[in-house]
């Protein structure tokens, strides 16, 4: 109900829904991660990375929780190289998982290693052909004056998901363009 509540834009409703039911099962793994995907909506990283980290000692194992910190760690904040150790774990862990080789990716990039960034995105993006994988991929490829191919991978992923806010954000804030 409360991931339901967060993606119809009622964060607050959502909120106040996963603490009852967090007073109900304080430890439960289900809830504290989605918690954590409300209080990033609601732009609360200390509670985001509290609730991932309660996770993550749990079950050190914990593919998704890991990915999800990494790559929020890496796209919000310069803890780059903590970013990457969380996400290889949770890439060792599931190296056929299209979204964390995408956060692995993104990680290189951010890291400023753009051709490891850029084979680790192709490789995402192969498996998983989504709007914000493509706008990883583009990112890396447009940096590498690779306009030319960048539009192809972004207008390819434009014709499933033309009002993608991540993609939309990304082609506009690189090109220049509505």
Not at 106 to 114: E, H, N, P, S, T
Not at 119 to 125: C, D, M, N, S, V
């Amino acid at each position: 109900e409360a991931e339901a509540l967060a993606s119809n834009g009622h964060t607050q409703t959502a909120w106040v829904r996963i603490n009852q039911a967090l007073q109900d099962h304080p430890n439960n793994p289900s809830l504290l991660y989605t918690r954590a995907m409300v209080a990033d909506k609601r732009d609360d990283l200390p509670q985001f990375e509290h609730d991932l980290r309660l996770i993550i000692e749990d079950d050190p194992n914990n593919a998704m929780a890991l990915n999800a910190l990494g790559y929020t760690l890496a796209d919000r904040t310069d803890r780059l190289e903590e970013a990457r150790q969380l996400i290889e774990q949770a890439h060792e862990l599931e190296p056929y998982d299209a979204a964390i080789t995408d956060s692995l990716g993104w990680v290189y990039y951010r890291l400023g290693d753009l051709a490891t960034a850029e084979r680790l995105l192709r490789e995402a993006f192969d498996a998983f052909p989504d709007a914000e994988v493509a706008a990883h991929l583009g990112e890396v490829l447009w940096q590498q004056n690779k306009q030319r191919e960048a539009r192809q991978v972004w207008n390819q992923a434009l014709a499933n998901q033309p009002n993608d806010a991540v993609l939309l954000e990304t082609i506009q804030r690189l090109t220049n363009k509505d």
